[in-house]
């Protein structure tokens, strides 16, 4: 009988053993890391000017990488090698490492011309960083809501944000699933917006043939080590824009430095020269990563199918809709929970689902304009900056509420599962399964102990991260 009984209960828990997940890694990544270190190669970047910087800047990554110099303003060996390789992998003319995909997402947008007080429409569900990243050069970010089958923005709330003061849309393709691009690119050529797009979860995922990051004015991907690939720490902007390539340049490695009195002040702008250079050791790691991407995103979408299939069969549990015309690269297994269906609350279900072993979680902890950064209007200073900037202050304001299906998501219907990642299994989905079923079997009981298990606190939503080595 204790063998049943849910584990919140005082039943066995259907698993014991933790879950892991983590790089693949061989001796690929040790090796070209060691010869980085053995060469003395650990940040090979030159932040000055030289009679033919006009040039060098809008070289093509694969011409770059040629070149034979150490020391070079687009970086050293395994830099310009890393952006060549990930250029070639992606079809794209330029790939520029960065030291974060935040950083990428404010340079890329400061290069396509963002600057203070301009709009820029982007989803409320997200990781904080996509908004953060656009207060760098004081825009404004503008939050719109998502579509409830996809979870990405949703074209038809962008086109209702917009004002004279929008600039770009930085979509994000959240969970590995795409963006609608084409009703995207309409509005973008219609108000003459950019499109800057996240591609931080969805490494591989293709709209219409065509890899994600390469659609927009750019693209920005992740290396963190919870992305499909990593450096650690880590990212990477694409583009096929010579002109936006430049600037990006400048900007992430101290751009001021070329500028003279010849420039116009438009060529100075955002130009501030801060540094956000990737270093020789993590183009080193990513070079070896990279050969292992299509693995990475197999391996992801094996035990994501798994779990689509089985858990796709129990009433309450909906995967994620993913249109016809885009190649799926599963980041993070997330179902829409129906507690109608099942009979049982979500809190119920994620403490009894967590008792059992299983670490679920129920997505991000709000969404993004929920952050008292936003909802007060505080980013730089205590005075509203950069919001209150200028003689022509924004309006823009955020509330609670302002997204209802974004909020819907996060606080009524997200289940997610990030363990589905190298090495997880297909036993290790399993024993997800095999729990999930365990504890819907145990509804009436649980619900029965609802006032307790909720007084508990184990029923409080949790983004249910995992914890351990990779084995």
Partial sequence: MTKSLPAILGGAPARTTPFVVGPIVDETEERLVLDAIRNHDFSRYIGASSPDINTILRLSSRDAAVIQANWHFLGGPNIRLFAAEFAEKFGCRYAIPINSATSGLSVALAAAGVGPGDEVLVPALSFSATASAILLFNSIPVFVDVDPKTFCIDPEAAGRAITPRTRAILPVHLLGNACDMEALQVLAKRHHLKIIE????????????????????????????????????????????????????????????????????????????????????????????????????????????????????????????????????????????????????????IAAIRAEGIPMGTGYTRLMYENPMFLRRIAYGTKGSPWTDG?????????????????????????????????????????????????????????????????????????????????
């Fill in 198 to 349: 996240d591609c931080a979860q969805a490494p591989g995922t293709h709209w219409r043939g065509r890899p994600v990051g390469t659609i927009g004015d750019a693209g920005v991907f992740s290396f963190q080590q919870s992305k499909n690939i990593t450096t650690g720490e880590g990212g990477m902007i694409t583009t096929n824009d010579p002109d936006l390539a430049a600037r990006a340049r400048l900007i992430m490695n101290h751009g001021e430095t070329v500028m003279d009195e010849h420039h116009s002040d438009i060529d100075l702008a955002n130009i501030v020269g801060f540094n956000f250079r990737m270093i020789e050791l993590a183009a080193a790691l990513g070079r070896a990563q990279l050969g292992k991407l299509d693995a990475a995103n197999a391996w992801r979408n094996r035990n994501y199918m798994f779990l689509a299939e089985h858990l796709g069969r129990l009433p309450g549990f909906t995967p994620p809709y993913v249109p016809q015309d885009v190649d799926f690269i599963c980041h993070v297994a997330a179902f829409l929970y129906d507690e109608r269906a099942t009979g049982l609350p979500r809190d119920l279900f």
């Fill in 391 to 471: 003689a022509d202050p924004s309006e823009v304001r955020y509330v609670k509420g302002q997204c209802p299906v974004g909020e819907s998501l996060i606080y009524q219907k997200f289940l997610w599962m990030y363990h589905i990642a190298h090495p997880s299994t297909l036993d290790d989905m399993s024993d997800i399964v095999r729990a999930v079923e365990k504890v819907l079997a145990g509804a009436s009981a649980l619900n029965a102990a609802a006032e307790k298990i909720r007084n508990s606190g184990l029923g409080k939503r949790a983004q249910g991260r995992i914890e351990g080595r990779s084995r």
